[in-house]
């Protein structure tokens, strides 16, 4: 081929190539639409936008989240879960709409429908007028259906589809500049092509920022417009609640919100956006650092609901507060406040908390009564030093009483805990001082009076309010050591500048004050699902101009009663050792309670449940804590023994002469201690693995006339001394003999070997009319044996049981004669020595121990259980019927005694699971 025909060929061909370049390009300018984003047909004024990313995705994830199926048959909630339904089975069935619609993103607004209504608008942007083609296929399609209607009609030039079935509107749609917009409402798709033909377009700068940092991982984000959401709230509230959220229409511009669906809880982040030029709450943390929060140290467990501020540099927050308020109604009004509040006191608010306040200051409620939420709202300050906020504190009010005729001593009122701890609770001058110095957020402090603990300063409306805060604290029953609320709040991070946290079942009591009345219907209506929504704990920082969020909503399928105790005094550790009451040598009207953790730590706790002291012992404690008098002198020491050590700790915790002594070998049983004549020349006996049981003095020294052996195999449970006739028994078993031995540790009475005892212990029975004296066991099958002094034996032989099973005795027909009680797995049963069935109640999965009996009175005998599984504690009554207000919260086993001499009632003192010793009143 020539050269000149070459090159003739190269210019067709790029002649060529340019012409199908140019087709096809006008083909796409023609098919393509204008790309504009679906949120430009929201409303302006729509109070909140959700971005699907797909809505068989969102289906997907929503519905197998169980706080959804709990909440699915709430009205508004059912409403939104219909109109997604409908989208998915009557829109989607179609393969090619599917195929389009489930890559796009979904905007679905909420609208307002006149004042005190709302509904939703779909919009999906569509790429070509080929979608839009496969769309009308769909409309076609379901006008061949029977009882299917599509009537299209004009809306301000452009076409609005109705569809009707069976002569009920189902939907309405139209496709505008390559929108598709969706809804249950005509009116809604009106508006929504008004707004696509409006210049004012929904996607400002925030919105569009926050739109396109949405998480791609996210099906599902929610954003927030904070100027509307006060009037989509005020639908479901009253009067005054419409009014307070009123004064957060300046929060911020929007909040963009990436939502995580998971099986029990739904995680939330997201960022806030505010426009420094415009009034926003927000901007106040533009120029604060975050900081780790610490203030749930001293916020009481029972807190219902509270918010956390935390400031860098709070006295640059007091400025930048007041250039926000400026000009406004609040402004005038602190201005106002604080004017008096300095005539008063000769020192003004802002010096006054600028030099005591460190980070944080929070607003908390506790228990609400129903009526005033102020009642148990406090303002709870960080200080910078306690002393110097005290200092300071004082100076402020002398200067008041001295203006107003009254001393500082009548102002001042005192908090008596016990006798050894007080509080120091001070009258406060200015009640509203709270939200004119932090802001809105506090407005239902009254802060009326003022006290310490630790570092931080406490607000409050009454002494007696104040008073419960601090016992709390006594108690160490606070937020930051309950189980629950570091479960509910550890998704969060540990730095922010605003912390809240919501107590679902306590706060929905709060709330309740601000709902209208078919909002509080439908929450009575639903009660056991909302109640099983836990807690909402939500936190935000300031972070480059922009605020970011994280929070989350837990869900937890049980319903749980609170436990109403008296007192709980907050260990922070499992609870597997039954408290003992122990008498105070200083005090004998008054007891205390000794208990050790699962870290093997001893506490010494008074009737008030302030902890006096703890000790860390090397070990667990096995069997009792004893009382001796070790130097008989009327005061009382605490004997007891782990494996390793003998210990004898005095009242305050400190170790008695040469204590603890050291064991020879591991001990296998807790000791026993036997004053044989009275005299307090006390014996100790324990048991060890070298199969030896070892007898001391008081003093820690082995005996050396002790004459015992060695026994078969482990003794597990203390030795006992018997008197009988003027003769001493000293009785202990293993695992297949009981030895009956005389003080010098010489047999006393011979008895059979190679019976396989049950893991319980031996009984002692006194003689009665009916039987001579007597020692009552089981065997591994569950045979009742006695065991008489004169060396004879008698087997009661019952139905097999578990090796594992639980027995103990009462005579619960107080006939003279003891009953058998068993566990034998979930059942409990009561036997005579007849072999008669008395009665029986069967126990639910529940891992059953600790069985007791405790007497209430000469013939009120109850039976005492422990099921680990449910975390409840049974009482049973002689007749097997479960004793009134039982089951209550415990997993450990139980004493029930008297603290104080008031014997109106019982106290019951038990570990629960999550860390507290409870003490419950039992009245008889």
Known sequence: ????????????????????????????????????????????????????????????????????????????????????????????????????????????????????????????ALSDKRELQQFHQLTSDLRGKKNWKITDRKYSSKTIHDITRNGKALFSYSITRGILMLSTKQVLVEDAIRQLDSKEKLTNK????????????????????HKELPRLASIYLNRNGAKQMTKFADYAQWTGIDVNV?????????????????KSYLNLFSNQKVIRKHIDDVLP????????????????????????????????????????????????????????????????????????????????????????????????????????????????????????????????????????????????????????????????????????????????????????????????TGKGNMFCFVNITKGLKIFSHFMNSDLKKVIDKHSDSFRKMKAFAWQFGSDNGMIYNYATLNYDPSIREEPQAIWSQNLQQKIDFKPVFVVNHRDKKNKEVMVQDSNNALYLINKQGRILWKEQLDGKILGQIHQIDYYRNGK????????????????????????????????????????????????????????????????????????????????????????IANKDYIVFADQGKVYILNREGKERVKTQSGNKFSANPIYYEKRSSKHAARLVYTNEKGDVVYQYFNGKSETIDLKDKNKNHLFNLADVDYDGTSEFIFIDDDEMTCINSKKKTLFDYTFNNSNLSDLNIYRFGKKDIKIGITSSNENRIYLLNDDGSVFQGFPLQGSSGFSVGFLSN?????NLIVGNADGYLMNYHVTR
């Not at 829109?91 to 993103?105: D, Y």
């Not at 925030?206 to 417009?225: C, M, Q, T």
Request: glycine share 4%; proline share 2%.
């Open 1 to 124: 081929m020539s050269k000149s025909r070459i090159g003739l060929l190269i210019v067709v061909l790029l002649l060529i190539s340019a012409a199908i370049f140019f087709f096809i390009s006008n083909r796409i300018q023609v098919r393509q639409f204008e790309g504009i984003p679906a949120a430009s047909a929201v409303s302006v004024d729509a109070p909140m936008v959700v971005v699907v990313d797909g809505v068989s995705k969102l289906n997907e994830s929503i519905t197998t989240s169980e706080v959804w199926k709990e909440l699915k048959d709430v009205d508004a909630i059912k409403t939104l879960g219909e109109r997604i339904s409908f989208l998915e089975k009557e829109i989607l069935s179609n393969e090619k709409i599917e195929k389009v619609l489930n890559r796009r993103k979904v905007v679905i607004s909420f609208n307002f429908m006149g004042k005190r209504d709302y509904d939703y608008l779909f919009a999906i």
């Open 206 to 225: 925030s919105f569009e920022k926050l739109y396109d940092i949405a998480g791609d991982d996210s099906h599902l984000s929610v954003f927030i417009n």
């Open 262 to 278: 998971r099986k029990e809880k739904i995680l939330l982040n997201g960022f806030s956006m505010y426009n420094d030029t415009l």
């Open 301 to 492: 467990a029972q807190t219902s609901m509270f918010i956390s501020l935390g400031f860098s540099d709070f006295k640059l927050y007091q400025k930048d507060y007041e250039n926000y308020l400026h000009g406004s109604p609040e402004y005038f009004s602190r201005l106002n406040v604080f004017k008096k509040f300095e005539a008063n006191t000769r020192m003004s608010p802002s010096s006054f908390f600028n030099t005591v306040v460190a980070n944080e200051v929070a607003f908390s409620v506790t228990h609400f009564d129903g009526k005033r939420p102020s009642a148990s709202a406090f303002l709870v300050c960080e200080t910078k030093s306690r002393s110097q906020a005290e200092q300071e504190l004082i100076v402020l009010l002398e200067n008041y009483t001295s203006k107003t005729g009254k001393t500082l001593a009548e102002s001042t009122h005192v908090y008596q805990v016990d006798k050894e701890l007080s509080f120091k609770i001070y009258e406060f001058p200015a009640e509203r001082i709270a939200e004119k110095m932090f802001g809105k957020l506090f407005g239902w402090v009254n802060a009326k009076y003022v006290t310490f603990f630790d570092n931080y300063m406490i607000f409050g409306e009454s002494k007696k309010a104040i008073s419960s805060f601090l016992y709390s604290n006594v108690l160490n029953e606070t937020l930051a050591r309950d189980t629950k609320y570091i479960k509910y709040a550890d998704e969060l």
């Open 636 to 723: 009382l020491q605490y004997l007891f023994n782990t494996a390793k050590k003998i210990y004898l700790l005095d009242r305050n915790g400190n170790r008695v002469a040469k204590y603890p002594v050291n064991l020879r070998s591991s001990a296998t049983n807790g000791l026993a201690v036997f004053d044989y004549d009275k005299s307090r020349n006390y014996r100790i006996a324990v048991a060890t693995k070298n199969h030896k049981v070892y007898l001391y003095q008081k003093e820690g020294k082995i005996i050396s006339g002790w004459k015992f052996g060695k026994t078969d195999s482990d003794v597990k449970f203390p030795a006992q001394h018997i008197r």
């Open 902 to 906: 008031d014997h109106s009632a019982f």
